[in-house]
C-alpha cells in the first residue's frame, strides 16, 4: 500500500478522528445488531490507537436514513457492543457536530472511546459539504480512515475532512487494500472467480478487468439464468438484468483470453412468487413458467471439482436465493468447499460476507473483506476515492 498509515505517524496525546464501517445488520424486528463481524473488524485498529496514547472519536453511517433522524439507525447500539468487545467503557453521543459534540470531545482523555451518532442523519455527509467536513475535522487532531467498506464513496467524513486533517489508513483498510491487491498482482494459480448474486451489470468491469489473470469463472445467482438465456436456453421467469448482450460478449471475451467459464448444468426452479413447489431439473427443462432459483446437485459436485484444482479464488455473490433457505444449498455448499480447499480463499464482502460469518466459515477463509461494493471497485481496477485521499508515502 503506498499510503501512509497509523504506524507512519505519532498518535500519542491526539485526539484521533476515526472513520470505522460500523454498518452492521439488524433485525428488522428486535433492531438487535445481527452481525458484528464489521465492529471486531475495527478493533485492531481501534487497540493500536489506545495503546499508542490516543483517545478516539469514532465516526460511522449506519443504513439509508437519507439525511432524517431515524431512531432505528441510531449507532448507541453499536457504541453498547463495541463496549463489551472491548471490556472497557465507550461512551455515545447523539449527534455527530455541534456545542455538545464538540464539548464531549474537549473532555476526551488519552485512552477513551466516543463513538458519534450516525453520519448520514445530516444529508451534508452524503453531498460531502465542506461546512460539515469542516465542522467534523474540528473535532480531532489526526484523521484514521479504516472504513474500507466506505471507501469507494466521496462523503464528507471519507474525502472531505481529509483537506482539514493529516489523513491515513488504518489497520484494516490497509489489510484490505494489500489482501485484495494480491488478487490483481499475483494470484497463484489456477485462479478460480466465483460470481454469483442477481446483476451482471456491477460486475461487468470486474470481470474485464480480472481477465488476463484469472484461469476460470465460474457463474451461479440470478446472474447465471442471463448467461444460459445467452446460450440460447429457457430461463423461464427469471430476472434477466436486461443483460444478454452482456453476458455473450463477457464469454467471447472470455475465451479470447482462454479462460474457461462455467454454467450451471442442472438448476432448481419454483413457481414465481411461491416458495413450497420446487424441483431440479436439467438446464434444457427449464418451463417458461417457472423461475430459477438455486444450482442443483450435479452443478455443486461440478463446481465443487473447479474449486479444488485452484491456488486462489475469490467469491462475490449468493449463488441462489439465499434468504429462502430451501434455495441457499447451492450457496451453503460451495460456501463449506471453499473453506477447505488448499487455496487463498478471499471472499469479496457485503452478503457474501454474512454468509460466511453466518456458516461460522470466517475462520477457515484467508481473508473476509468487510466491503461488497469497495471490493468490487477495487478489482475494477477504479482508482477509491477514500483511499485517493489519504497521505502518501
Known amino acids: 500500500m503506498d499510503k501512509k498509515t497509523v504506524r507512519d505517524v505519532s498518535m500519542s496525546g491526539k485526539k484521533v478522528l476515526t472513520r470505522v464501517d460500523f454498518n452492521v445488520p439488524l433485525d428488522v424486528n428486535s433492531g438487535n445488531i445481527t452481525d458484528d463481524s464489521r465492529i471486531k473488524a475495527a478493533v485492531p485498529t481501534i487497540d493500536y490507537l489506545l495503546d499508542h496514547n490516543a483517545s478516539l472519536i469514532l465516526c460511522s453511517h449506519m443504513g439509508r436514513p437519507k439525511g ?35 464539548a464531549r470531545v474537549a473532555e476526551l482523555k488519552n485512552g477513551e472511546i466516543l463513538v458519534l451518532e450516525n453520519l448520514r442523519f445530516h444529508p451534508e455527509e452524503e453531498q460531502n459539504d465542506p461546512v460539515f467536513s469542516q465542522t467534523l475535522a474540528k473535532l480531532g487532531d489526526i484523521y484514521v480512515d479504516d472504513a474500507f467498506g466506505t471507501a469507494h464513496r466521496a462523503h464528507a467524513s471519507i474525502v472531505g475532512v481529509t483537506k482539514f486533517l493529516p489523513s491515513v489508513a488504518g489497520l484494516l483498510l490497509e489489510k ?45 445467482g440470478g446472474m447465471a439464468a442471463t448467461f444460459l ?45 411461491r416458495d413450497d413447489n420446487w424441483e431440479t431439473v436439467s438446464i434444457a427443462e427449464v418451463p417458461a413458467n417457472k423461475r430459477i432459483v438455486d444450482i442443483g446437485a450435479l452443478t455443486v459436485s461440478n463446481y465443487t471439482r473447479i474449486l479444488e484444482r485452484c491456488k486462489t479464488v475469490f467469491w462475490n455473490g449468493p449463488i441462489g436465493v439465499y434468504e429462502v433457505p430451501q434455495f441457499a444449498e447451492g450457496t451453503r455448499a460451495l460456501a463449506r468447499i471453499i473453506s ?25 477463509m484467508t481473508f473476509v473483506s468487510t466491503g461488497g461494493g469497495a471490493a468490487l471497485k477495487f478489482l475494477s481496477g477504479v482508482t477509491l476515492p477514500g483511499v485517493e485521499a489519504l497521505l502518501d508515502n
Open 229 to 273: 438465456k445467452a446460450k440460447g436456453y429457457e430461463v423461464g421467469q427469471s430476472l434477466l438484468d436486461n443483460a444478454i448482450d452482456t453476458a455473450s460478449y463477457l464469454m467471447q471475451k472470455a475465451e479470447a483470453n482462454n479462460v474457461k467459464v462455467f454454467l450451471p448444468e442442472d438448476v432448481v426452479i419454483a413457481d414465481v412468487g
Open 68 to 102: 432524517k433522524a431515524i431512531p432505528g439507525l441510531s449507532l448507541r447500539g453499536v457504541a453498547e457492543r463495541l463496549s463489551s468487545i472491548l471490556r472497557q467503557s465507550v461512551s455515545f453521543v447523539p449527534e455527530c457536530i455541534g456545542h455538545d459534540v464538540e
Open 176 to 220: 484490505e487494500i494489500n489482501s485484495l491487491g494480491k488478487v490483481l498482482l499475483t494470484p497463484a494459480r489456477p485462479f478460480g472467480l466465483l460470481l454469483g448474486g442477481a446483476k451482471i451489470s456491477d460486475k461487468v468491469a470486474l470481470i474485464e478487468n480480472i481477465l488476463p489473470r484469472v484461469n476460470y469463472i465460474i457463474i451461479g
Open 340 to 364: 477447505s480447499v488448499n487455496a487463498t480463499t478471499i471472499i469479496g464482502g457485503g452478503s457474501t460476507a454474512e454468509i460466511v460469518t453466518g456458516m461460522n466459515l470466517n475462520g477457515r
